[in-house]
Nanobody, 115 residues
Framework: VQLQACGGGLVQTGGSLRLSCAASGNMFSLNVIGWYRQSLGKQREFVASLSRGGTTDYADSVKGRFTISRDTVKNTVDLQMNSLKPEDTAVYYC??????????WGQGTLVTVSS
């Protein structure tokens, strides 16, 4: 499984960005696709996920502001980020877990929220 993330950039506080994660390879093995992020000097943390069955999960810090969804036309899993805060500044990584519990990571995409 290969993951390709895009959509990061610079935005002001209160603004919005949309990240996309395109997966290729053995798509039928994927169970969960989601996003993690890592800020400077901090550990990588969970942001949001979307399961094979459509169940979503969010970190408390982004609930109500971020939405994860599947775009069946583009064949991507997107993360719509609204009401962005400076503390959302991080490198965002696409992540997937297969039915056999193998994990894959995409390259990161930088999101910078200016105050």
């Amino acid at each position: 499984v290969q993951l390709q993330a895009c959509g990061g950039g610079l935005v002001q506080t209160g603004g919005s960005l949309r990240l996309s994660c395109a997966a290729s390879g053995n798509m039928f093995s994927l169970n969960v696709i989601g996003w993690y992020r890592q800020s400077l000097g901090k550990q990588r943390e969970f942001v949001a996920s979307l399961s094979r069955g459509g169940t979503t999960d969010y970190a408390d810090s982004v609930k109500g502001r971020f939405t994860i969804s599947r775009d069946t036309v583009k064949n991507t899993v997107d993360l719509q980020m609204n009401s962005l805060k400076p503390e959302d500044t991080a490198v965002y990584y696409c992540h997937s877990r297969t039915l056999l519990d193998n994990q894959y990571w995409g390259q990161g995409t930088l999101v910078t929220v200016s105050s």
